[in-house]
């Protein structure tokens, strides 16, 4: 409620009468003097106490509205802080009021600034519907108990206490509905729903509080000046009050760098300092475009630099200072030439036009510095995604030749990130066998073909050679010259590598194949002329052919890099072996895919033959197969693998050598140049086998 019964005029004037003369000047003083030094005090603290004492601040408040708003488990707990909320809100608005209701202009008894209002609505919106009952049974007490301590009575009390409930709880929930919990100053739509919404729940409570004003005090001014006094204090406690307190949370919930912070109380004591000289003024006509001329650039600075929420701050300064002096005949404001309501009508519209001012500016800044914040990371994200990519964005000014590169093409290139680069120096760093290879794609481009790709090699500083592959646009200007051109660059240096190996491993594995098919013709010839019917030919082909895969799969295993011979010998000897009659020990050794091939055949015959008429023909005969390295000058070049057979039956030397036998002695020598010794004892068979060692 922001309208004083006219009834209280007697002790309106005692009250006015008791600033008169030179107590008035002495007390204007001591207020101004008391307004200036409270709040550079409050700037001192925040200088010289430190940022961390201050984010220890901000952290206690957070953890105190953490624990009004979150639900509590405990419904004791619960209670507890509703209660607590509540009490706090009705004495901020009860403080709030009084003050209001002590600043009456004295023809009307009209409050000119009611920033209870905004003290109810900012809380709301700060905090959330969680607050609503609270802050709602806050500011009807705290209503009730400021009228009832004039001359209002019960019923009226009520009625204002209803309405000013009512409008903070409207504000709210407009501005709720408009942009959802998460609301700040940082947009301008916000700035602007928060005007709205304080204006229509204003006009709606004013309805209520000029017909409870007509109802239950009788006053004899018309209903349309008592809405228009209440619509305009309550809307100006509005959009002055409540962004200080919705700044105040978001800075809890976020808090300033100490810089920004030391800043900002900076500006707020030099604008409390110049409203403190602007009251004081002389009442002439260039003294009333002083005081925007000293505030304007404070009030821009503090927009452009800091958090909305410290332009909040110096708007309901700048607003006070206003509403101050309008009151206590101050200044411009307060010239008793003036008719009041033209004082009044002045007053609130300069609180308006700076408050409205200064919150726009802020929202734009805050917007533009969202905004860079924004493009920045997206540049960011950008740049690790080309980083990850392998792919540098560029731009090339064909007309001045300058060439701007993205950051990670410095790493790429291997060019110093500080110095120039320049198309030329691009152009001079491609391998010199793909430069006109290049430049005949970048001189093709025309207006209806303004773009191309291009595969190309350039040399680093390093020394070291990389493909790239680049996809480019054209600009053309009016007469079809080139004069712009812009693409990406791909290092697609270990895709050849890769393309390089493929087609080295298809080449390989033709060879692999062609000698594979070569040589099974030959077994197969082979193994024909040896065979005395076809199924025996059938079966002698088989196993053999099956001998060829063990090595091809053990080699398939390794990648075709190598098989490791213990693994070779047992993959052979599997068919027939048992843990009493084969044995076999040598050094960890891994031979060549061919060694492996060629062994494995070898072996293979080997194992047929014992198993068609040596040791491994019956139970009691043994076959050994042991391997070392030799060596020369402490290197490895050779292995010796030996193969006894012991316990079989009697052995003599063939009359004739058939396939199998000359397979054996023939196949190691021929194509890996080593050395075999087949020799038919009585006691078994002993070979000899030795290899060359190779690198792989």
């Known amino acids: 409620m922001n309208l004083l019964h006219t009834g209280d005029y007697a002790k309106s004037d005692s009250f006015w009468g008791g600033l008169s003369g030179?107590?008035?000047?002495?007390?204007?003083?001591?207020?101004?003097?008391?307004?200036?030094?409270?709040?550079?005090?409050?700037?001192?603290?925040?200088?010289?106490?430190?940022?961390?004492?201050?984010?220890?601040?901000?952290?206690?408040?957070?953890?105190?509205?953490?624990?009004?708003?979150?639900?509590?488990?405990?419904?004791?707990?619960?209670?507890?802080?509703?209660?607590?909320?509540?009490?706090?809100?009705?004495?901020?608005?009860?403080?709030?009021?009084?003050?209001?209701?002590?600043?009456?202009?004295?023809?009307?008894?009209?409050a000119v600034f009611w920033p209870a209002s905004g003290v109810a609505a900012g809380v709301l919106i700060a905090v959330g519907r969680s607050a609503r009952w609270p802050v709602a049974i806050g500011?009807?007490?705290?209503?009730?108990?400021?009228?009832?301590?004039?001359?209002?009575?019960?019923?009226?009390?009520?009625?204002?206490?209803?309405?000013?409930?009512?409008?903070?709880?409207?504000?709210?929930?407009?501005?709720?509905?408009?942009?959802?919990?998460?609301?700040?100053?940082?947009?301008?739509?916000?700035?602007?729903?928060?005007?709205?919404?304080?204006?229509?729940?204003?006009?709606?409570?004013?309805?209520?509080?000029?017909?409870?004003?007509?109802?239950?005090?009788?006053?004899?001014?018309?209903?349309?000046?008592?809405?228009?006094?209440?619509?305009?204090a309550d809307a100006l406690g509005i959009v002055t009050v409540a962004p200080v307190l919705i700044g105040v949370a978001a800075a809890v919930r976020?808090?300033?760098?100490?810089?920004?912070?030391?800043?900002?109380a900076m500006a707020l004591v030099a604008i409390t300092s110049t409203s403190a000289i602007n009251i004081f003024l002389p009442r002439e006509s260039w003294a009333t475009l002083v005081p925007l001329a000293l505030l304007f650039p404070l009030l821009l600075w503090l927009a452009a630099r800091c958090r909305p929420a410290f332009a909040a701050a110096a708007a309901f300064i700048v607003a006070l200072t206003i509403v101050w002096t309008t009151t206590f005949g101050i200044g411009y404001f307060g010239d008793p030439d003036l008719p009041i309501a033209d004082r009044i009508l002045g007053a609130q519209a300069g609180i308006l036009t700076t408050s409205l001012c200064t919150f726009v500016l802020a929202a734009l800044f805050a917007e533009r510095r969202l905004h860079e914040a924004a493009l920045s990371e997206g540049a960011a994200r950008l740049q690790e995604a080309l980083t990850a990519g392998a792919v540098t964005a560029f731009e090339w000014d064909v007309r001045t030749g300058s060439s701007h590169r993205s950051?990670?093409?410095?790493?790429?290139?291997?060019?110093?990130?500080?110095?120039?680069?320049?198309?030329?120096?691009?152009?001079?760093?491609?391998?010199?066998?793909?430069?006109?290879?290049?430049?005949?794609?970048?001189?093709?481009?025309?207006?209806?073909?303004?773009?191309?790709?291009?595969?190309?090699?350039?040399?680093?500083?390093?020394?070291?050679e990389m493909w790239l592959e680049e996809t480019a646009t054209a600009e053309f200007d009016a007469s079809g010259h080139c004069v712009r051109i812009k693409g990406l660059t791909l290092d697609i240096t270990e895709r050849k590598r890769a393309d390089e190996h493929q087609r080295l491993l298809i080449a390989e594995l033709d060879h692999r194949v062609k000698n594979v098919l070569t040589r099974v013709a030959v077994v197969a010839m082979y193994t024909r002329q040896g065979s005395s019917t076809m199924d025996e030919f059938i079966q002698a082909l088989d196993r053999r052919i099956q001998s060829m895969a063990v090595a091809h799969e053990l080699l398939s295993q390794g990648h075709w890099q190598g098989v490791r011979l213990a693994d070779i010998v047992r993959r052979q000897l599997a068919p027939y072996a048992t843990d009493a009659n084969t044995t076999t020990n040598g050094p960890?050794?891994?031979?060549?895919?061919?060694?492996?091939?060629?062994?494995?055949?070898?072996?293979?015959?080997?194992?047929?033959n014992?198993?068609?008429?040596?040791?491994?023909?019956?139970?009691?005969?043994?076959?050994?197969?042991?391997?070392?390295?030799?060596?020369?000058?402490?290197?490895?070049?050779?292995?010796?693998?030996?193969?006894?057979?012991?316990?079989?039956?009697?052995?003599?030397?063939?009359t004739q050598y058939g396939y199998g036998t000359s397979l054996i002695c023939d196949l190691i020598p021929h194509e890996l140049g080593g050395k075999v010794d087949l020799a038919f004892s009585s006691e078994g068979v002993c070979c000899t086998i030795e290899i060359p060692l190779k690198r792989r």
Not at 32 to 40: F, Y
């Open 22 to 110: 030179s107590a008035f000047g002495i007390t204007d003083f001591g207020c101004a003097l008391a307004i200036g030094l409270s709040i550079a005090r409050v700037a001192r603290f925040v200088l010289h106490a430190g940022f961390e004492r201050g984010c220890r601040v901000l952290q206690d408040l957070r953890n105190q509205v953490q624990r009004r708003v979150l639900p509590v488990a405990d419904p004791t707990r619960r209670w507890v802080s509703a209660i607590g909320l509540a009490v706090a809100v009705g004495i901020a608005y009860f403080l709030a009021a009084r003050l209001s209701l002590s600043l009456l202009t004295k023809p009307d008894g009209v």
């Open 254 to 264: 976020n808090p300033p760098p100490q810089s920004e912070a030391i800043e900002g």
């Open 407 to 464: 950051d990670n093409a410095a790493k790429i290139l291997g060019y110093d990130p500080q110095a120039p680069f320049t198309g030329t120096d691009f152009l001079a760093s491609i391998h010199p066998a793909d430069r006109a290879h290049f430049k005949a794609h970048v001189r093709n481009v025309r207006p209806d073909s303004p773009s191309y790709a291009v595969t190309f090699r350039v040399m680093r500083p390093d020394g070291h």
């Open 139 to 232: 500011t009807m007490a705290a209503t009730i108990v400021a009228n009832l301590l004039g001359d209002r009575t019960f019923a009226g009390a009520i009625t204002f206490a209803l309405c000013n409930a009512g409008e903070a709880i409207l504000t709210a929930v407009l501005v709720e509905r408009q942009f959802g919990s998460d609301f700040g100053l940082d947009r301008l739509r916000h700035v602007l729903g928060l005007l709205s919404a304080a204006v229509f729940a204003a006009a709606v409570s004013g309805i209520g509080g000029a017909l409870g004003f007509k109802l239950f005090h009788g006053s004899t001014a018309p209903i349309l000046t008592i809405w228009q006094h209440w619509f305009a």
């Open 610 to 654: 014992a198993s068609k008429y040596g040791a491994l023909s019956i139970p009691d005969g043994r076959v050994s197969v042991s391997w070392e390295c030799g060596n020369s000058d402490d290197t490895a070049t050779s292995v010796m693998i030996v193969w006894r057979e012991t316990g079989g039956p009697p052995v003599s030397a063939p």
């Open 588 to 608: 960890d050794i891994t031979l060549t895919a061919a060694a492996s091939e060629a062994l494995g055949m070898v072996l293979h015959e080997l194992v047929t």
